[in-house]
């Protein structure tokens, strides 16, 4: 009887052993490398399941919202970003804003605040209405950016309970909703916010699972964000900061029904932070705001940004027959930069893009009727360099930030001056040189001096060199046949059809 009872208490001991072996190391102890459990036992079960018991506990130790950057143990403080005083210049540091997102600001090499952040970021920080009037590129994503992300830690760390979204931005094209929040999650990288960009043509099914899981900040097209709307998968009506992007461009391109009836789904304005930036504050824009805004703020970049110092502006008179010669002369002799060409129709867009392919030069081409993933497959291929030429509409005018862009080719000058800001604003960013070259034949001269008058000062007329207008290769068809726009020795234009130089 007592060797059973010996027995029996033997066996109950062994089975206390084991089971204490395999519980796993408790949640907060980790490795050095913080994936595997700190301690030295190992429980006696076979390789693989040994491997995913420490797998499992490791995931089960950190947070899935949290990602290893923005645990306190990375050692970063405001210390270690340091800005001395500049007179004329803004700091970041001269603002109230989280440590989290001050850390954000530094990695991305920011230091002082463009002219728009300096005026703008004290009224936006305080909740206070704002219109800004500023061009894309100017820094004006940031403005909202911050200001939105700083709410919204300053009301988690008061532990206020937060519905979702909390903020709205509305934007009029695709690409540039896609840049807003690119900014967005580059400056809130260490802010734990979750920002969705909602816009047609792409990714539906995905849009509708985030927006149903709950997202911080949405921004969107107003085409997309009205059918979310309508089918229940997204409310608004607790938004408390409402931003609308390029004003003006919404009334060009009749966005503003859609936008009004998005704004009917909001808290009233009196409820809410309503920030508006438009490149043009004309009248019907400053009626908008009144409408949607409560006693607001009036900012506007200083005058000298409007064409930016770094970039080198040039004008060649062409006939319209000889604008495709000198176009296609001027890349051959410029083929490893990158050049980004504009016009203004999409059928030109292509027949232009067409035309060069023919002749060996590879582009991408970009406008309106270009589905949306091929849309991206494109601009990827012109950011990493495979392809060195993209032509496109005024839809990569605003909102679109590649960098290393040497030429920007107006190869049909815009009927909005505005425009042609945009578009030579995709190059001399973050301080490097550009080149901006436009061509004004017989017709697009005619909307030269809108165009000087707005920006200030006459385009320097440069006659183009005379190998710009060599005479164009034999291109192959299709069929494999050959045929040539035109054969014989290189062209050169009579001196007396040329146009005087202003």
């Known amino acids: ?55 499992k506990n490791a995931v089960a130790s950190v947070p899935k919202t949290t990602t290893t950057a923005e645990t306190p143990q990375t050692g970063w403080h405001l210390a270690d ?19 989290s997102l001050m850390r954000g600001i530094h990695e991305l090499g920011f230091q002082y605040c463009t002219p728009i952040q300096d005026k703008a970021l004290p009224a936006a920080l305080v909740g206070k209405d704002l219109i800004g009037k500023a061009n894309t590129g100017t820094g004006k994503s940031a403005v909202f950016l911050l200001a939105i992300f700083s709410r919204i830690l300053e009301l988690r760390a008061a532990g206020e309970t937060l519905a979702r979204p909390m903020a709205l931005v509305i934007a009029p094209t695709r690409e540039l909703v896609g840049q807003i929040a690119k900014d967005g999650a580059a400056l809130g990288k260490f802010c734990n916010i979750d920002m969705l960009a909602v816009y047609g043509g792409a990714e539906y099914h995905e849009q509708e699972r985030r927006l149903r899981q709950g997202v911080d900040v949405v921004a969107a097209t107003p085409g997309r964000l009205i059918d979310f709307l309508h089918r229940g998968v997204l409310r608004i009506d607790h938004c408390r900061i409402l931003v609308i992007d390029e004003a003006d461009r919404m009334l060009d391109m009749g966005f503003i029904p859609d936008v009004r009836r998005i704004i009917g789904r909001l808290p009233k304005k009196e409820q809410r932070q309503t920030m508006l930036f438009s490149a043009t504050v004309s009248d019907d824009v400053r009626r908008l705001a009144a409408q949607w805004c409560v006693e607001p703020v009036y900012v506007e970049a200083e005058p000298e940004q409007m ?9 060649y008179l062409v006939s319209g027959g000889e604008k495709f010669i000198v176009l296609y002369n001027f890349l051959r002799l410029h083929q490893d930069d990158r050049a980004l060409i504009f016009a203004n129709m999409k059928s030109e867009v292509r027949s232009l893009a067409q035309r060069l392919a023919e002749r060996g030069i590879d582009c991408a081409e970009l406008s309106g009727d270009v589905p949306q993933d091929k849309r991206e497959k494109r601009l990827e291929r012109f950011r990493s360099g495979r392809a060195k030429i993209l032509i496109a509409t005024d839809v990569a005018g605003r909102g679109l930030h590649i960098d290393q862009v040497r030429y920007v080719i107006n190869y049909t000058l815009p009927n909005e001056p505005e425009d042609y800001v945009h578009r030579i604003g995709r190059t001399g960013r973050a301080g490097a040189a550009g080149v901006a070259i436009s061509f004004a034949d017989e017709e697009g001269a005619f909307v030269l001096p809108e165009i000087e008058h707005y920006i200030g000062h006459s385009l320097p007329c440069i006659p183009p060199e005379d190998e710009l207008f060599a005479a164009l290769p034999a291109k192959v068809e299709k069929s494999g046949g050959e045929s040539s726009d035109r054969s014989g020795p290189p062209t050169r234009r009579p001196r007396s059809r040329r146009r005087p130089c202003r």
Do not use: C, W, Y
Request: overall charge positive.
């Open 81 to 99: 970003f340091t800005v001395p005083p500049l007179d004329g210049k803004g700091r970041f540091h001269d603002l109230i804003l989280p440590d």
């Open 1 to 55: 009887m007592i060797k059973n009872f010996l027995r029996r208490a033997a066996h109950q001991l062994q089975k206390i052993v084991f089971i204490g072996r395999k519980t796993p190391a408790p949640a907060n102890r980790v490795g050095p490398a913080g994936n595997e459990p700190a301690t030295d036992e190992r429980p006696s079960v076979p390789p693989r399941r040994r491997r995913k018991s420490r797998d």
């Open 307 to 315: 064409t930016q110092a770094s970039i080198e502006q040039r004008l």
